[in-house]
């Protein structure tokens, strides 16, 4: 099992920036991803980035805003969120399956990941 741990949220304004930060311990991680959940609602995919060639996938609702990157050599997945909005509030959680196919398809959905970080609150006030 890996621990997930993630740092960086907060309270910004609508158009503001903010990043977070997800340290992974107790593995190494082929895959890692970013998750939200608003009140209410299910918890949805954001973005994923693999250790092999840095692959990337986002969701419609961030693309273009959002980037997510990592260092594999301190196990570390970042999550830069530009033009935030008040529907960007969240929590949002770092994630990792435990297997995954090296040059397939990322996963996206929750059932596809099996650990889990406790989440960090995201609130962008209009």
């Known amino acids: 099992q890996v621990q997930l741990v993630e740092s960086g949220g907060g309270v910004v304004q609508a158009g503001d920036s903010l990043s977070l930060s997800c340290v992974a311990s107790?593995?190494?991680?082929?895959?890692m991803g970013w998750f939200r959940q608003a009140p209410g609602k299910e918890r949805e995919f954001v973005a994923a980035i693999t250790s092999v060639r840095g692959r990337t996938t986002y969701a419609d609702s961030v693309k273009g805003r959002f980037t997510i990157s990592r260092d594999n050599a301190k196990n570390t997945v970042y999550l830069q969120m530009n033009s935030l909005k008040p529907e960007d509030t969240a929590v949002y959680y770092c994630a990792a399956p435990k297997t995954y196919t090296v040059f397939g398809q990322i996963p996206k959905t929750r059932s596809e990941y099996d650990d889990w970080g406790q989440g960090t609150q995201v609130t962008v006030s209009s």
């Open positions: 107790g593995r190494t991680v082929g895959v």
